[in-house]
């Protein structure tokens, strides 16, 4: 069974940077698009920003647009979450996740392996 491993996650405060990691043995980066998703108490899991391995083109969520950015290690098979000038709204649990094909796709329920997640919290 292909799992995802998520790291990086703590407890950081307002303003501060992060990286987040997925690491994603067993999935191929070249047919499969990658996604980190988040969630925070009692909200539904949105999406946070996709890798389509065609052209390497990243998508962003508006609130990720220009603190975010997403990024992969080919040799390593680990995609990255670069988190910058983080603020409290942005505490939830962090997942990566895949699908096959080539777009990145918005709902969750496009993507069909998950990781467990890694929690980050940000205090004011």
């Known amino acids: 069974q292909v799992m995802l491993a998520e790291s990086g996650g703590g407890l950081v405060q307002a303003g501060d940077s992060l990286r987040l990691s997925c690491a994603a043995p067993?999935?191929?980066?070249?047919?499969?698009?990658m996604a980190w998703f988040r969630q925070a108490p009692g909200k539904e899991r949105e999406f946070v920003s996709g890798?389509?391995?065609?052209?390497?083109?990243?998508d962003y969520a508006d609130f990720a647009k220009g603190r975010f950015t997403v990024s992969r290690d080919n040799d390593k098979n680990t995609m990255y979450l670069q988190m910058n000038g983080v603020i409290p709204e942005d505490t939830a649990i962090y997942y990566c996740?895949?699908?096959?094909?080539?777009?990145?796709?918005?709902?969750?329920?496009?993507?069909?392996?998950w990781g467990q997640g890694t929690q980050v919290t940000v205090s004011s």
């Open positions: 996740a895949a699908k096959a094909g080539s777009t990145t796709s918005r709902p969750a329920s496009a993507y069909k392996i």
């Open positions: 890798f389509s391995w065609l052209g390497g083109r990243a």
């Open positions: 067993g999935v191929s980066f070249s047919t499969n698009t």
